[in-house]
């Protein structure tokens, strides 16, 4: 007796899971998600009720030269640490097929095309979703972009409210046209990496499609990409100074220097794109499984993003 879809799920997902990494549909397949995943920006957590990030926000305040040798020194108590909380958001995609999928898939050799291209749309559609939230302000929860690096600088993220606390800022630049657009990014690049080594500086640089292909049309008679693999693949990974260029098509035209020492998304450990129990559909000759995830995105230093957005 040939196996049910349900079966073929269940048995094959997690290979699918691993597998899948190439462009097999019309609205899919994220170079801003691969390069999360590729520069170590998507961490595996076990999570509790809130995710914190501790912040060491201020040199120690009692640090001074002395005018003498038996100078009195400061013996306040050094607070240099506080910490930034945020809330796991959470994240279902239901599959869904009917028994007359079966009926109409007698063989094996039908079944397993028809489960494996549910699963991956199913994969797909978690991953294009998170890639779209994060172009956003906040989705039923999640934190995106213009959260945690608004084009004011300011905000509050984390409980921490920037407009009082100064070191809780972000940079945010202006490009106007090709003309200026390299040197925004200059100045936002050195103001995140306020001169320190490259450790902290941008690493990754995301946008929409047309600050992209502005920037490139400033670079064709030197051209960079960052990697042959990339550019084989159809992802146009520019280089700006050290950090890599990507673009989204949900992004706009705001430019974003991020950092994944500064910026993260964090995700449950035990649950990231897990795939839950298959189920009969009450009242209906169907079935469903999900895919579930909890996760955040985060930052533990804002002054180490970056913004540069479009002019008037």
Do not use: C
Request: cysteine-free; overall charge neutral; proline content about 4%.
């Amino acid at each position: 007796m040939a196996l049910s879809i349900s079966q073929i799920v269940a048995s094959s997902y997690n290979a699918v899971l691993t597998e899948m990494r190439r462009g097999a549909n019309q609205w899919a397949e994220s170079a801003f998600m691969r390069e999360l995943e590729r520069q170590n920006a998507i961490t595996r957590l076990s999570l509790g009720p809130v995710i914190e990030a501790t912040l060491d926000w201020r040199p120690a305040p009692g640090a001074a030269f002395l005018v003498t040798d038996m100078d009195t020194v400061s013996l306040a108590k050094t607070d240099v640490l506080t910490a930034a909380t945020f809330t796991p958001a959470e994240l279902s995609v239901p599959i869904v097929w009917s028994k007359g999928d079966d009926a109409k898939n007698p063989t094996e050799n039908q079944k397993v095309p028809l489960a494996r291209s549910l699963m991956e749309n199913g994969i797909n559609a978690h991953d294009n979703l998170i890639e779209q939230a994060l172009f956003a302000t906040t989705t039923n929860g999640f934190l995106g972009l213009k959260t945690h690096v608004p084009v004011s600088g300011q905000g509050v993220d984390g409980g921490i409210d920037s407009a009082t606390e100064t070191f809780w800022r972000n940079y945010t630049g202006i490009w106007n046209s090709g003309t200026d657009i390299d040197a925004a990014l200059t100045t936002a690049w050195n103001a995140a990496s306020k001169g320190s080594g490259a450790s902290l500086s941008p690493k990754m640089l995301v946008s929409g499609a047309n600050p992209h292909g502005i920037f490139m049309g400033q670079l064709q008679a030197q051209q960079r990409f960052m990697d042959s693999d990339e550019a084989a693949r159809g992802f146009k990974v520019v280089a700006f100074i050290t950090a890599r260029y990507v673009f989204s098509q949900y992004g706009g035209d705001e430019i974003y220097l991020l950092n994944p020492k500064s910026f993260q998304l964090i995700v449950s450990r035990q649950y990231f794109r897990d795939r839950g129990e298959t189920q009969e559909i009450p009242d209906k000759n169907a079935f469903v499984t999900k895919i579930y995830s909890a996760l955040q995105s985060v930052t533990n230093n804002k002054s180490r993003l970056a913004v540069v957005k479009k002019g008037p």
